[in-house]
């Protein structure tokens, strides 16, 4: 069972930048992907970042060239960069994992966009 926690939720105002932070309880290197999704109020989850194992990254159009998924091995943590940031960018966000042919989700940090 891997555990991934995430953090860095909070407000933000339209056009600043954030980041969130996912912790997993096992090395990332033990991952088949890494990504980000998020799920807005009346809305289905929908991926907003993905990393695979062989380094290459896919964003939907609605955050490309804002958003990136990164990570930090020496850290163990996988973050997601969020610049120029919307309103409709609000959501919960989740952490979400592939290990060993298992899906794997975090509980969620909501991101509020408002003034």
């Known amino acids: 069972q891997v555990r991934l926690v995430e953090s860095g939720g909070g407000l933000v105002q339209p056009g600043g930048s954030h980041r969130l932070s996912c912790e997993p309880s096992?090395?990332?290197?033990?991952?088949?992907?890494m990504a980000w999704y998020r799920q807005a109020p009346g809305k289905q989850r929908a991926l907003v970042a993905l990393?695979?194992?062989?380094?290459?990254?896919n964003y939907p159009d609605s955050v490309k060239g804002r958003f990136t998924i990164a990570t930090d091995s020496a850290k163990n943590m996988i973050y997601l960069q969020m610049n120029s940031l919307k309103p409709e960018d609000t959501a919960v966000y989740f952490c979400h994992g592939i290990v060993s042919g298992k899906v794997y989700w975090g509980q969620g940090t909501q991101v509020t966009v408002s003034t």
């Open positions: 096992e090395s990332i290197a033990g991952f088949y992907s």
């Open positions: 990393l695979g194992r062989d380094g290459g990254t």
